[in-house]
């Protein structure tokens, strides 16, 4: 496939978003060593406890930076560059809304939440400390989400790169620094992790700031525009929670077969989330450049646009099924699985190989449908594909962890056919601003 010059565009815009969506789980794993060999087994139960529920927050509110992307990649597409920077500077103050509001609602229930997780006392307290700290983060979080997707949006995917490796680095030396130097014990770590989000939000609001005033655009929130935003974000919100039920009901699944199964099941899992970062990446380009280019009114680029991701992702699917074929003989070894947990994991690594391709056309698919704004669309496409995974997942649990998968396989292919249907028609491309 020879490279055009859409190809380096896609390239250009895929490259430095793969470096930051896998920059925050490397610096992830930093926390929990520093954690761990500072404070042993119960800190590192309660990191992984509070961690799920800021994890949990973090995806649920990904649509401020894919909405926001759509809005500011279509307005400036169309030549409204001071409407893409209103569009944007109205996603940061309703990040900065929902943010102030998940503070004022989880503090108080700090307690509840931790305790849902059945953990053991002295991890339930450890896990609230953490919890409350870093709640105060929460806006900052939400705001540099809304502000990598307006720099998305701009069609600059290398400044959030940046940003995510010089914050998540910070995060790491001052952990160290709170935990170890410190002696903070783990809320030492939740310090260093607040400190760390509130500079990264700072130089996307200074980045924000000086674009707007450069175009003349007023800094305080138009509430027809925020609240425009909010509207858009309930269809986003719609298909996030779909992906975590499925994802949430596959657990509960694994863990009924057994222990060895739900270890096979987890590693397997971390295999697979690093396989769709890489996706991803692909699709964060499909989404600035469909909106940038139906704002400019070119719906023929904007389909050869699409045909040329789509091809990206079936051959960057290809080439990850390859590595992680390669690397299956090895993979139990580095996780120092059990005899039977490496049986279960050499089986399951096959499904989760062989979907890679499938999955390459799905993430670019609906990275590019996000782009086109059609977020009603995929909320209800995200309904219909969870409901047809649901009662197979749930048959699996007596014929074991590859059948689990194979019902994964089965809601990913139920999702391809609705992305296709949709991208074959014309209803999404609605050109202009």
């Given at each position: 496939?020879?490279?055009?010059?859409?190809?380096?565009?896609?390239?250009?815009?895929?490259?430095?978003?793969?470096?930051?969506?896998?920059?925050?789980?490397?610096?992830?794993?930093?926390?929990?060593?520093?954690?761990?060999?500072?404070?042993g087994?119960?800190?590192?139960?309660?990191?992984?406890?509070?961690?799920?529920?800021?994890?949990?927050?973090?995806?649920?509110?990904?649509?401020?930076?894919?909405?926001?992307?759509?809005?500011?990649?279509?307005?400036s597409?169309?030549?409204?560059?001071?409407?893409?920077?209103?569009?944007?500077v109205?996603?940061?103050?309703?990040?900065?809304?929902?943010?102030?509001?998940?503070?004022?609602?989880?503090?108080?229930?700090?307690?509840?939440?931790?305790?849902?997780?059945?953990?053991?006392?002295?991890?339930?307290?450890?896990?609230?400390?953490?919890?409350?700290?870093?709640?105060?983060?929460?806006?900052?979080?939400?705001?540099?989400?809304?502000?990598?997707?307006?720099?998305?949006?701009?069609?600059?995917?290398?400044?959030?790169?940046?940003?995510?490796?010089?914050?998540?680095?910070?995060?790491?030396?001052?952990?160290?620094?709170?935990?170890?130097?410190?002696?903070?014990?783990?809320?030492?770590?939740?310090?260093?992790?607040?400190?760390?989000?509130?500079?990264?939000?700072?130089?996307?609001?200074?980045?924000?700031?000086?674009?707007?005033?450069?175009?003349?655009?007023?800094?305080?929130?138009?509430?027809?525009?925020?609240?425009?935003?909010?509207?858009?974000?309930?269809?986003?919100?719609?298909?996030?929670?779909?992906?975590?039920?499925?994802?949430?009901?596959?657990?509960?699944?694994?863990?009924?077969?057994?222990?060895?199964?739900?270890?096979?099941?987890?590693?397997?899992?971390?295999?697979?989330?690093?396989?769709?970062?890489?996706?991803?990446?692909?699709?964060?380009?499909?989404?600035?450049?469909?909106?940038?280019?139906?704002?400019?009114?070119?719906?023929?680029?904007?389909?050869?646009?699409?045909?040329?991701?789509?091809?990206?992702?079936v051959?960057?699917?290809?080439?990850?099924a390859?590595?992680?074929?390669?690397?299956?003989?090895?993979?139990p070894?580095?996780?120092?699985?059990?005899p039977?947990?490496?049986?279960?994991?050499?089986?399951?690594?096959?499904?989760?190989?062989?979907?890679?391709?499938?999955?390459?056309?799905?993430?670019?698919?609906?990275?590019?449908?996000?782009?086109?704004?059609?977020?009603?669309?995929?909320?209800?496409?995200?309904?219909?594909?969870?409901?047809?995974y649901?009662?197979?997942?749930?048959?699996?649990?007596?014929?074991?962890?590859?059948?689990?998968?194979?019902?994964?396989?089965?809601?990913?292919?139920?999702?391809?056919?609705?992305?296709?249907?949709?991208?074959?028609?014309?209803?999404?491309?609605?050109?202009?601003?």
């Open positions: 496939m020879p490279i055009t010059r859409q190809d380096r565009e896609i390239l250009r815009l895929a490259v430095p978003a793969f470096g930051a969506l896998v920059a925050e789980p490397l610096f992830l794993l930093a926390d929990y060593a520093i954690v761990g060999h500072g404070l087994t119960t800190a590192v139960g309660a990191l992984g406890v509070a961690g799920t529920v800021l994890a949990t927050m973090v995806n649920l509110c990904v649509f401020l930076a894919y909405g926001t992307t759509a809005t500011v990649a279509r307005q597409g169309a030549g409204n560059h001071g409407q893409a920077m209103r569009g944007g109205d996603g940061i103050w309703l990040a900065l809304a929902i943010g102030v509001a998940l503070v004022a609602l989880c503090w108080p229930a700090a307690p509840a939440i931790v305790g849902m997780f059945g953990a053991p006392p002295g991890q339930t307290e450890e896990a609230v400390t953490y919890l409350r700290i870093s709640l105060l983060g929460a806006p900052s979080m939400l705001v540099v989400l809304a502000g990598t997707g307006v720099l998305r949006g701009l069609q600059d995917t290398a400044t959030p790169l940046v940003v995510a490796v010089g914050s998540f680095a910070l995060n790491a030396a001052l952990n160290a620094w709170f935990v170890l130097g410190m002696d903070w014990g783990i809320a030492g770590s939740a310090w260093g992790t607040v400190l760390a989000q509130t500079l990264g939000a700072v130089v996307y609001v200074t980045v924000v700031v000086r674009g707007a005033r450069r175009l003349g655009t007023r800094l305080l929130p138009d509430l027809a525009g925020v609240r425009q935003a909010g509207t858009a974000g309930v269809a986003l919100l719609i298909r996030t929670v779909c992906l975590r039920i499925v994802l949430i009901v596959a657990t509960v699944v694994a863990t009924r077969m057994g222990e060895a199964e739900l270890a096979a099941y987890a590693i397997a899992t971390q295999v697979w989330t690093l396989l769709a970062l890489a996706l991803d990446a692909i699709a964060i380009a499909g989404q600035a450049i469909t909106g940038r280019t139906l704002g400019a009114g070119d719906a023929e680029a904007t389909k050869e646009a699409t045909r040329r991701m789509v091809r990206w992702g051959w960057s699917g290809i080439v990850l390859v590595l992680v074929l390669a690397a299956r003989p090895l993979l070894g580095l996780f120092d699985a059990d039977q947990v490496t049986e279960q994991l050499l089986a399951v690594l096959w499904p989760v190989a062989l979907l890679q391709p499938l999955c390459g056309v799905v993430f670019v698919l609906d990275g590019v449908l996000i782009g086109a704004g059609d977020q009603r669309y995929l909320a209800w496409a995200g309904v219909w594909t969870t409901l047809a649901l009662p197979a997942a749930f048959l699996t649990a007596d014929f074991g962890i590859v059948a689990l998968w194979c019902a994964l396989g089965l809601w990913m292919f139920a999702r391809l056919i609705t992305l296709v249907r949709r991208a074959a028609g014309t209803a999404w491309l609605v050109t202009g601003a």
